[in-house]
C-alpha cells in the first residue's frame, strides 16, 4: 500500500525563490555557472538542508552531488531523482532547480512523515548539465553513466583556461567515490516543460515515454556573387533563393511525419550580406528531430533530395555534413507507468509527450530505468531570465514525483 | 564629314596598365581611395598628360578634374567625356578608369591628327564617384550637377574624421571654380558593363539608353524564439520560414515584369542566429530595379502584398520601410543615336541596354544631355580586384567613343 503523503508546495516554492539569490541578475534570472561562487553557495545550502533532514551527504569525483536517505532494505540501490544547479549565463530560476528542489521536496515529505521505504532514496544534482561554462553539456551525468572518461571531464577548460577539476577542487566539491560505482535502481528528473505544449494545451503534467532523436546538419550552398542591378535574373546563380527554397521546404518535410516531427533552420550566414550585391554563398544549419529514429532516417533523406534537386534545378553547388546524432531514446515503461498513475490518481490533466530537449536523464537511461516529468512553463520560454513556472505546477509536479518514486519502490519490496 | 580617325588601343591599353601602379594590391587589383597619396598621383600623370597634349587643365572647389582642348568655337560649351579615378577599397584597374583614359585616347588622337573639332573637347575625372573613403557615392558630380550643395561635400569626413576639403587641400587639388559653373553641350561615360550580358551573348559595345531605377526596403519579420525541440510545428511563430518565402517570392515578381526587371535580396540577418532556436526575427533588405519608373510601381506592390499576405498567414509581424528611391534614367536619343551609328560603323556586335549601376551619368543626365557606352568585362565581375576586360574591348569602346563624340559635335557646326 502506497501512502497519501503530501508534498509541501509552499515550503518548495520558497526554496524555489530564496536559492534564487544564488547567481541572482538583475532581470529576475540566474548567472549561476557550473563550479562558480554561486553553484558553491547553493551546493552548500543543499548540503545542509539535507543533512537538516537527516540525509548522508556525498559527491563523486566529477562533482555530482548525492543525498541519501536510507531505506528499510540496504542492499537496494537507491532511487534517484534530481537534476541540475547550475544555470546559463542568462538563464531563469527552474530549468534544473525544479528536478533537484523537486526531489529535495519529496525527501522532505517522506522524511516529515517518518515514512520509510524499501530503497534508499537519493536526492542528486549533476554537474555541469548546461556546458555554457564547460563544454559539452550533462558532462558529469555523461561521465556517471560512462559516455565520457573522469579524464575528459577533468580536463576540460572553460574560457579562462581554468581546469575542470581545478573549479571544481576550489569549490570544494571534488569527491573520491568514482563517478559511475554507484548502482541505481531507478532515476526520475521533474522539469520544467521548456516547450509551450502543456500550457496551450491547459495541462499539468507531461508523462515522457523518452527523448527524441535528433540530428545536425551544417550546409552551405553556393552559387555567384553578381551585381543585383547589372546581373539579369536569368544569368544569376542566387544562392540566397536556393537556401530559402530549402529552408521553406524543410518545415514542409516536417508536416510529412506527423505532429512529433520537428525540422528547423536556427542560423542563416549570408556572404557577401551586401545590399546591392546577389548573394554567391549561404551557410545554414539544420536540426532534425523525431521520437523515432527509423523515422528520422526518413526526413534526413528527404531533406537531402530537397537540397540537392533545388541547388541542381538553379545551378548552385552544395555542401552537406551531419555533425551530431543524437538517437532517439525510450524511457521505462515501468517507469513511465508510475508516473501515469500517479497523475492520474491526482486528477491533474496530463499528456504522453517526449522530450525535444537533452537532459541528465538521457545518459542516465543508459545504466538505470529512467523517465521525467514534466510541468508546464510561461511560454514554452527556458534559457532566459524571464523563464517562468507557476507554484501550483511546481508542487504538482513534486506531488507526481513523490507519488511516482513511491510507486516504483512498493515494487521493489522482498518477500 | 566625320573624318575616320582611329584611336590607338596600344596607347590606351598601357596607359590602363601604367596608372595601375598607383594604388596597386597584391591581388593585381587597385586600392585608390579618392583624395588619397595615390589619387593625387593618378591625377599628376593624368595632369601632365593631358597637358603633354595641348590640353589646359583645371579643377573646381569639389576636385572634378577637367582637361580641355579647344575647338574652333570657343562660343559652345565643351563635350565632355570621362568617368572616375577613385576605385573601391578593393577594386579593379577599369571601374571607372577606363571612361577617363578612354576619354583622354580621344582627346590623343584628335591633337595627334590635328584634327580640330566645332566645340572644345573636354575630359573629366570625376571626385568621389566610389564612395568608399567619403559617403554618398557620385558625391563631386553630383554637387556639379547640384544635387548636392558644395558644404554637404567640403564637410563629409572619412572614418578618421578628416574632412573632405581637407583631404582635397592635402593633395592640392581644391580649385576655385565654383561646381557647376560649367555648362557642357553633352557628356559620354565609356564605362565597363559591370554585369555579364555582353560576354554572356557575344557582344562588344552596350549602346546604353538609360540606368535603371532604384529602389531600396529595409524588412524585419517577427514571430517568436522557441526551442526546436520542444516547439511542435504548429506551436512555432518561425520568423526565418516566413522570410525565406518572401525571398523566394520576390525572385518569382522580378520574373513576373520581363527580361528588364531585377529584383534581390543581399543581406539576411537572423536573430538569435543559434542553431537550437526557431529564429524569433529576421531582418532583410530588399533591391527593385527596371527601367521604367510606373514598373517599379508595380514590383514594388507585388512586393508589399507578398510580404503581408505570408506574414499574416504565418501569424508574424513586420515592418517595411523605402529608404531609398532613385528614379530611372533615360539618356538623351540624340547622344545614344550617335553611338548607335558609331557601334554600327565599326561593324560592332552591340546590343542596347540600361544600366543596373548608378554612373555619374545619372547626375550629369540632370544638366546636360548624357549616355554611356559600355563594354564587356570578365565575368560581369567588378568591385573586385580580379575586375578584367579585354583589351580589343576597351579599344572598341574608346573608338566608338571617339566616333560618337565626333557625330555629335558634327551636329553643333554652325552656319
Given at each position: 500500500m502506497i501512502p497519501n503523503l503530501k508534498i509541501d508546495g509552499e515550503r518548495l516554492w520558497d526554496s524555489l525563490m530564496d536559492t534564487a539569490r544564488f547567481g541572482a541578475t538583475p532581470k529576475g534570472g540566474l548567472k549561476r555557472l557550473t563550479l562558480s561562487a554561486d553553484d558553491k553557495l547553493v551546493r552548500d545550502w543543499f548540503v545542509a538542508e539535507a543533512t537538516k533532514y537527516g540525509c548522508t551527504v556525498g559527491f563523486d569525483e566529477v562533482g555530482n552531488l548525492f543525498a541519501r536517505r536510507p531505506g528499510k532494505d540496504p542492499s537496494l540501490p537507491p532511487i534517484a531523482m534530481g537534476s541540475h544547479l547550475d544555470t546559463q549565463p542568462t538563464g531563469g530560476k527552474f530549468d534544473g532547480i525544479l528536478g533537484v528542489l523537486g526531489a529535495l521536496e519529496v525527501m522532505r515529505t517522506l522524511a516529515t512523515a517518518g515514512y520509510e521505504t524499501n530503497a534508499p532514496i537519493e536526492v542528486v544534482d549533476w554537474a555541469n548539465e548546461e556546458g555554457s561554462r564547460f563544454s559539452p553539456a550533462m558532462l558529469a551525468s555523461g561521465v556517471f553513466a560512462g559516455i565520457?572518461?573522469?579524464?575528459?571531464?577533468?580536463?576540460?577548460?572553460?574560457?579562462?583556461?581554468?581546469?575542470?577539476?581545478?573549479?571544481?577542487?576550489?569549490?570544494?566539491?571534488?569527491?573520491?567515490?568514482?563517478?559511475?560505482?554507484?548502482?541505481?535502481?531507478?532515476?526520475?528528473?521533474?522539469?520544467?516543460?521548456?516547450?509551450?505544449?502543456?500550457?496551450?494545451?491547459?495541462?499539468?503534467?507531461?508523462?515522457?515515454?523518452?527523448?527524441?532523436?535528433?540530428?545536425?546538419?551544417?550546409?552551405?550552398?553556393?552559387?555567384?556573387?553578381?551585381?543585383?542591378?547589372?546581373?539579369?535574373?536569368?544569368?544569376?546563380?542566387?544562392?540566397?533563393?536556393?537556401?530559402?527554397?530549402?529552408?521553406?521546404?524543410?518545415e514542409r518535410i516536417a508536416e510529412t511525419y506527423g505532429s512529433d516531427a520537428v525540422a528547423s533552420v536556427g542560423t542563416v550566414e549570408v556572404h557577401p550580406n551586401s545590399r546591392n550585391v546577389v548573394p554567391g554563398e549561404v551557410a545554414f544549419?539544420?536540426?532534425?528531430?523525431?521520437?523515432?529514429?527509423?523515422?528520422?532516417?526518413?526526413?534526413?533523406?528527404?531533406?537531402?533530395?530537397?537540397?540537392?534537386?533545388?541547388?541542381?534545378?538553379?545551378?548552385?553547388?552544395?555542401?552537406?555534413?551531419?555533425?551530431?546524432?543524437?538517437?532517439?531514446?525510450?524511457?521505462?515503461?515501468?517507469?513511465?507507468?508510475?508516473?501515469?498513475?500517479?497523475?492520474?490518481?491526482?486528477?491533474?490533466?496530463?499528456?504522453r509527450m517526449v522530450s525535444g530537449a537533452g537532459h541528465d536523464a538521457v545518459y542516465l537511461s543508459r545504466v538505470t530505468p529512467t523517465t521525467m516529468i514534466f510541468v508546464p512553463c510561461a511560454g514554452g520560454v527556458s534559457h532566459n531570465e524571464s523563464e517562468d513556472a507557476q507554484p501550483v505546477d511546481c508542487a504538482a509536479g513534486a506531488q507526481v514525483l513523490l507519488d511516482a518514486v513511491l510507486a516504483f519502490d512498493a515494487t521493489l519490496a522482498r518477500g
Open positions: 565520457f572518461s573522469r579524464e575528459t571531464a577533468w580536463e576540460t577548460k572553460d574560457r579562462d583556461g581554468i581546469a575542470y577539476r581545478d573549479a571544481l577542487e576550489g569549490i570544494g566539491y571534488l569527491g573520491e567515490e568514482r563517478a559511475g560505482d554507484h548502482p541505481l535502481s531507478a532515476y526520475f528528473e521533474l522539469h520544467i516543460e521548456q516547450g509551450p505544449i502543456l500550457e496551450a494545451e491547459g495541462e499539468t503534467i507531461g508523462v515522457l515515454t523518452g527523448v527524441q532523436g535528433m540530428r545536425w546538419y551544417d550546409v552551405t550552398v553556393t552559387g555567384q556573387d553578381a551585381h543585383t542591378g547589372a546581373t539579369p535574373m536569368r544569368l544569376r546563380k542566387d544562392a540566397l533563393v536556393g537556401a530559402s527554397l530549402v529552408i521553406a521546404g524543410i544549419t539544420v536540426d532534425l528531430r523525431h521520437p523515432d529514429d527509423a523515422v528520422i532516417d526518413r526526413m534526413e533523406a528527404d531533406f537531402r533530395a530537397l537540397l540537392a534537386d533545388t541547388c541542381v534545378a538553379r545551378g548552385l553547388d552544395w555542401t552537406e555534413s551531419r555533425f551530431w546524432n543524437s538517437p532517439a531514446v525510450r524511457f521505462d515503461p515501468r517507469l513511465v507507468d508510475c508516473v501515469d498513475r500517479a497523475a492520474a490518481k491526482h486528477g491533474f490533466l496530463r499528456r
